[in-house]
């Protein structure tokens, strides 16, 4: 079956600009998590989706990033005005039993 | 703090030459650990999951094993196809159900 897919698969954008991420879960997983993957780093927890429960957003590094999921299944991230830092591969997995996680290809951003 | 460390970084073999990569970790009450294989420019891809001390599972030439305190990746007669970054996860029963990683050992076979 169709597995977690993203989009776009590479973003390049100005310092300062906004930049929307997007993720297709696999049909029927009830849990969604965004993830970033920085060069020579392990992968970081950046917020979480569980059905229709308040998302847990403990890991988003600024006020300047933020998420949503509509209908429970498709979600995307926000990134204002972004950053140097900000560049990374940005990762969604999607679970249905917020055991096993299942990711996408990822979203690579360079800011520049 | 729940922590995952990984241990080679990196790890270069001959086709047929086997080894084991190692995940230790400290959480608070595992609620399990997760094995990933990485390719260059893809998303990690689910190997296992190990939920208790004493717990095997294998899979082709790989094969997770996990104690108390850590997890070990067997790999036995590799193949330069199981080249790729191996990732070692763990979820904690205190978290929201998100993993924290290692990261990460890059197995390198050569033919």
């Known amino acids: 079956g169709a597995g977690v897919s993203q989009s776009p698969s590479n973003k390049v954008t100005e310092k300062g600009k906004d930049v929307e991420l997007r993720c297709d879960p696999i049909?029927?997983?009830?849990?969604l998590y965004w993830y970033r993957q920085s060069l020579g780093q392990g992968l970081e927890f950046l917020i979480y989706?569980?059905?229709?429960?308040?998302?847990?957003k403990s890991g988003l590094p600024s006020d300047r990033f933020s998420a949503e999921r509509t209908g429970g299944s498709v979600s995307t991230l926000t990134i204002q005005r972004t950053q140097q830092e900000d560049s990374a591969v940005y990762l969604c997995?999607?679970?249905?039993?917020?055991?096993?996680?299942?990711f996408g290809p990822g979203t690579r951003l360079t800011v520049t | 703090e729940d922590q995952v460390t990984q241990s080679p970084e990196a790890l270069r073999l001959q086709e047929g030459e086997s080894s084991s990569l190692n995940c230790s970790y400290t959480v608070s009450g595992l609620r399990g650990l997760f094995w990933y294989r990485q390719d260059p420019g893809k998303g990690p891809e689910f190997l296992f999951t190990l939920y208790s001390a004493g717990e095997e599972k294998e899979k082709e030439r790989l094969k997770a094993t996990l104690t108390k305190k850590e997890s070990f990746l067997h790999i036995t007669a590799p193949k330069p196809e199981d080249s790729a970054t191996y990732l070692c996860?763990?979820?904690?029963?205190?978290?929201?159900?998100?993993?924290?990683f290692g990261k990460g050992t890059k197995l390198s076979v050569k033919p």
């Open positions: 996860a763990v979820q904690g029963w205190g978290s929201q159900g998100n993993l924290i």
């Open positions: 989706f569980q059905g229709n429960s308040a998302p847990d």
């Open positions: 049909s029927g997983h009830t849990a």
């Open positions: 997995a999607s679970s249905l039993d917020s055991y096993e996680q299942y």
